[in-house]
Structure formats: structure tokens, C-alpha cells
């Protein structure tokens, strides 16, 4: 059985069956050749074939990332990363499943210095790389034909915050568009969100937001004529996926913004019948208590030189990430 690993330098030059081998939307080629024009750092592709047949696939980009992110202790390092360059949870690594391990234990021979894998469903390289957390993704399984039927499946407190939150937004209008619609003040809401996060990998341009691709949906909040809050989703065969946000935190706990952003969300998956809602990688806690539920998400340090291997090994409990949140009951 004959194995050969090709490096792609550009999307427009994958194989053509690498979406055939792509599970969700973010791993497929229209995506990767989106990052790639707008979110440009050194992405590459790895193809894996065996006996001449695509059978698995890996994206790789550069970065400068603070090693201690859920220490906020800042520790800036180059790395190499197996992973998609956007803050998102899908796996960077598509195909057969059986064939991961032997892509990864060549990737880690080709490419050099400190290399990061991230957000992988299982550990990989074991006994070569330090597996830790990292952040969980969550997931809300919609098992609900409204809004109004899920909110009578809650417990009282969670229905009762629900309320309190939808109460806040009386008068608020919504307006849904494609991504062209997104403007310079959507820009600044994300700003503002990017600048008080701790877990950030990377800052997304203005038009990597404008371009996105059909698949892509905006939704504004409005008071007046004053921007509140936006939320864009991405609707993929089966799973409705949070993409990212934005907020004016001056008006937040007034309009309750971002329990509501969560609730638009919900309301287009009900609305769309969606199974499945991926609503991402971060407050864990508020997305819980409307009934998601934590997925977990893991990552790989590895450097071919074991001494620096041994530091980041004692360096481990500021490097994995330890979940906070708690196990709500939220239904009846």
C-alpha cells in the first residue's frame, strides 16, 4: 500500500474530492479560499493519498499566539497550527478518520519549530505531543418545533430569565440580510468584542465579514435607529453555526444583548429546522442555561527538540484550558 502526502499552496489547486471528503462547510474549498484571500497567513494544504486515491486532507497557517492564552499571562510565540485560521470549532482535518493519526505523525516531520494542533475530537500523537483542552464548543441538539414550544419545556428559572431578557428587547427591530449589508458600524461592535476577549487567535478584516459567502447570514438588532447588537450564522447541511458577533456594550444589560442574540439564533434554527446548532466557543455559562451542551474540543503542542517539548509539559497547566462552567438542568 503505497501513501504520498502533496502540499497545496492554494485552494484553487486542491484535488477535486476534497469536498467529498469534507464533513461541514468550513473545512470545504469555498471557505478555505475565502480565509485565504482575506485572512492571508501562510495557509497550506496537505493532501494524503493512498495508492493514488485523495483519502484525507489537513489544513495548516502561521501565527503568532500567546502560548498562556487561558493564563492571560502574555507569552507571544510563532507557531505553526493544524487548524482553520477563523475562530471556529470544526476539526482541521478531513477523510478517513482511520488515517488521521498517520497524516499528523508526517505533518509534525515536515513542518518545524512549535507546532499547535487545534480543536481535534480525540488526542493524536500520543507519547510525541502534549494533548490538553482546549476551549469546548457548544451544542444544542433542537429537539423543539418552536420557540414557544422549547420555552415551555424549560424549568421555571431558566423560563423566567428567558422572559425577563425577551421583555428587554420589546420594540427592538430586526433586520436579516446577506453579509453585504455588513458596515463599518457592525466592524466597530466586533472590534469591541475582540478587544476585551482573552482567548483571541486572530482579528478578522472588514471585508472578510462583507464578502462571506451565501451560506452566511446577518442579522442587526435595532433601537431607532441605534445599532444594539448583530449576529452572523452559517447554514450548513445539518448544523446552523454562531459565526461571530458583535455588541455595543454601552447598551448591553438594557437590551439584555447577548441572551437575545443567542435567542435570534435559536429562532432561526427552529424556524429552518435545523437539528443542530453549534453556537461556538465561548460563555459557556449563558449558552448552557438556554439548554446547550459542552462539546469537547482538543489540541497538541508539539516541538521536535524534547527540551523544549519538557518546558511546555511543565508548562501545561497554564496552557489547557479549564472549564468553569456549570452543569445546568434546564429542562423539566
Not at 75 to 100: D, N, R
Not at 187 to 209: C, G, N, P
Not at 284 to 311: C, D, Q, W
Amino acid at each position: 500500500m503505497k501513501k504520498l502526502i502533496k502540499r497545496v499552496n492554494t485552494p484553487d489547486e486542491l484535488n477535486s474530492g476534497w469536498d467529498n471528503l469534507a464533513e461541514f462547510y468550513f473545512q470545504k474549498q469555498e471557505f478555505l479560499a475565502h480565509l485565504h484571500f482575506h485572512n492571508p497567513c501562510n495557509q497550506r494544504y496537505y493532501e494524503l493519498y493512498r495508492n493514488e486515491h485523495l483519502v484525507a486532507g489537513a489544513i495548516v497557517y502561521s501565527l503568532t499566539v500567546n502560548a498562556l492564552t487561558f493564563s492571560n499571562i502574555p507569552s507571544p510565540l510563532k507557531v505553526q497550527v493544524i487548524g482553520l485560521p477563523v475562530s471556529v470549532a470544526t476539526p482541521p482535518i478531513i477523510g478517513e478518520s482511520e488515517e488521521f493519526e498517520f497524516l499528523l505523525s508526517e505533518l509534525i516531520k515536515i513542518e518545524s519549530g512549535l507546532i499547535l494542533g487545534l480543536n481535534f475530537l480525540r488526542d493524536y500523537l500520543s507519547g510525541k505531543a502534549l494533548n490538553m483542552n482546549t476551549l469546548p464548543t457548544v451544542i444544542f441538539p433542537v429537539r423543539y418545533d418552536s420557540l414557544e414550544v422549547y420555552n415551555l419545556s424549560l424549568r421555571h428559572q431558566y423560563r423566567r430569565r428567558i422572559r425577563k431578557a425577551r421583555e428587554k428587547f420589546s420594540g427592538v427591530r430586526a433586520e436579516t440580510s446577506s453579509c453585504v449589508g455588513f458596515t463599518q458600524k457592525h466592524y466597530e461592535l466586533y472590534l469591541a468584542i475582540m478587544k476585551r476577549s482573552t482567548t483571541k487567535l486572530e482579528e478578522l478584516s472588514y471585508e472578510s465579514f462583507r464578502q462571506l459567502p451565501e451560506k452566511f447570514q446577518l442579522t442587526t438588532y435595532y433601537s431607532g435607529n441605534e445599532m444594539i447588537c448583530w449576529h452572523i450564522i452559517c447554514k450548513d447541511k445539518k448544523v446552523l453555526f454562531f459565526y461571530f458577533g458583535g455588541m455595543n456594550y454601552e447598551l448591553r444589560d438594557k437590551y439584555h444583548s447577548y441572551y437575545n442574540n443567542l435567542l435570534g439564533i435559536l429562532q432561526t434554527a427552529f424556524e429552518y429546522k435545523f437539528p443542530i446548532v453549534d453556537f461556538g466557543q465561548t460563555a459557556e455559562t449563558a449558552k448552557t442555561r438556554l439548554g446547550g451542551e459542552l462539546s469537547l474540543r482538543r489540541m497538541f503542542v508539539y516541538h521536535r527538540n524534547p527540551v523544549i517539548l519538557f518546558l511546555f509539559r511543565l508548562l501545561s497547566r497554564f496552557i489547557t484550558y479549564k472549564s468553569k462552567t456549570v452543569k445546568c438542568r434546564v429542562f423539566k
